[in-house]
């Protein structure tokens, strides 16, 4: 089972996150805020990966600290399911459209860290929407991923945000899947 669980505390943030690369989309996650629960939750639903999420910070400085923790935690327990990753996919990429929005992502699960992040946030009073690409920045650091994420189209901050985690659930699926044709690691190096 390509299972994982991580717990870092610091003294900004204490986050408890476990999750099951091959399971079905369950999810409990509780993360103090609503918005990343909601968007946490759907990434599960649509990954087909279990998560539980137990987290709390210093939310009274700002979202900063938690979101980007949030990010390296999750890129950390997808790594450490992985193992040496023999038989996976390694690439995925998923064109999501959420209403008027649509978001482009692209994976490769290569072992080295580099963000693309292409989309624009409208100015918002009631979430700080820049924190979005801090989350994945701290994930793709950790979980050693090249990420390519691009929003071709949208006007809602919600549905923009949403397009992505969804498109980086779809992404993440099929980069992780276990593919009978594929004998050890995916890559000529045989390191990934
Ligand atoms: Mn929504």
Partial sequence: MRKAKIIRKTSETDIELSLNLDGNGKYNVKTTIPFIDHMLSLFSKHSLVDLKVIAKGD????NHHLIEDL???LGEAIKKALGKKKGISRYGNFLLPMDESLSYI???LSGRPYISFDVKFKNSLDFDFSLIEEFFRGLVSSCGM????????????HHIAESIFKGFAK???QAVN???KVKGIPSTKNKL
């Fill in 71 to 73: 990010g390296i935690v």
């Fill in 178 to 180: 276990i593919d009978k």
């Fill in 59 to 62: 939310t009274e400085v700002d």
């Fill in 146 to 157: 090249n990420l390519h994420i691009k929003n071709h189209i949208g006007k809602n901050n």
């Fill in 171 to 173: 992404s993440l699926k």
């Fill in 106 to 108: 692209a994976i490769d």
